[in-house]
């Protein structure tokens, strides 16, 4: 099974900046649909963000269009998040898994059933 590594958390102020990572070892994820989601304590894990495996197209949801952009650089086996104008709603356990394709239109789950959640990186904005 497929358990994606996320990275590049960290604590920011309101209107700051992050890029989280996302790669997988001995697994490539450049075939993959790739989608990145967020948690908080006693809230369901939502979707944020994916991108598609054939045509790279990207789908959001609305609460971070036009602040965070999605790209993969398949060289490196990475899929990216990068996070503008952060606000404090943006605090959040950010992960990374594989999803369908219509999975990935929607920006929702479940993770295929070969990948699984990896540990997550924490992300904090303060007001």
């Known amino acids: 099974q497929v358990q994606p590594v996320e990275s590049g958390g960290d604590l920011v102020q309101r209107g700051g900046s992050l890029r989280l990572s996302c790669t997988a070892s001995r697994f490539h994820l450049d075939t993959e649909n790739i989608a990145w989601f967020r948690q908080v304590p006693r809230k369901e894990r939502e979707g944020v963000a994916c991108?598609?495996?054939?045509?790279?197209?990207?789908h959001y949801v609305d609460s971070v269009k036009g602040r965070f952009t999605i790209s993969r650089d398949n060289a490196k086996n990475m899929v990216y998040l990068q996070m503008d104008n952060l606000k404090p709603e943006d605090t959040a356990v950010y992960y990374c898994?594989?999803?369908?394709?219509?999975?990935?239109?929607?920006?929702?789950?479940?993770?295929?059933?070969?990948?699984?959640w990896g540990q997550g990186t924490q992300v904090t904005v303060s007001s």
């Open positions: 991108i598609m495996s054939d045509d790279d197209a990207t």
């Open positions: 898994a594989i999803v369908s394709s219509l999975s990935c239109r929607l920006v929702e789950g479940p993770p295929l059933s070969y990948s699984s």
